[in-house]
């Protein structure tokens, strides 16, 4: 499947807020705060739709795409490669899709960006995506903890040179 890819718009922004991923996977729900609509139009974040004009996902470029204790953690001071952050629709997810979706996303961004390297962080309990990312070519780095209300979360880095 070919999406077409282009920034974010406002009524795209509200559809994503009304994403609910189950169980674990909940840590990727968002809130539907000012703050993360302000987030996701703040010209890092694109819109992904596909065939039939329907939103199947997004991806975001840059610090965006990092987690922010990670930050503090020095998890992202190499500088020559670009952060990328993505979500599928959750009745879309585990269906294969993702590779794909990845690819595209990839490719977009070293058109857009003019980059080699990539860099992506991914929930340590996230097997399906790591399995998606490695068969892109990403390879774990290093790895970060962040505590949370409910408990600690770790997570990976990876890197495709």
Known sequence: ????????????????????????YSIYNMDNSEEEIQELLNGTYYSAIDEQNNLFGFFCYGPSAQVPIGRE????????????GLGIQPDLCGRG????????????AV????????????????????????RAGFEKVSSFERITDNGAIVFDVMVKY
Not at 5 to 23: D, F, P, R
Not at 73 to 84: C, F, K, P, Q, R
Not at 100 to 105: A, D
């Open 111 to 134: 058109k857009q960006f003019d980059i080699k390297s990539l860099r992506l962080t991914v929930a340590a309990f996230n097997k399906r995506g790591i399995k998606v990312y490695e």
């Open 1 to 24: 499947m070919k999406y077409n890819i282009s920034h974010m718009t406002y009524n795209q922004v509200i559809e994503i807020l009304t994403w609910k991923y189950e169980g674990d």
């Open 73 to 84: 953690l020095g998890a992202y001071d190499a500088s020559d490669v670009l952060d990328i």
């Open 97 to 108: 899709m993702g590779y794909e979706f990845m690819q595209q996303g990839m490719n977009f």
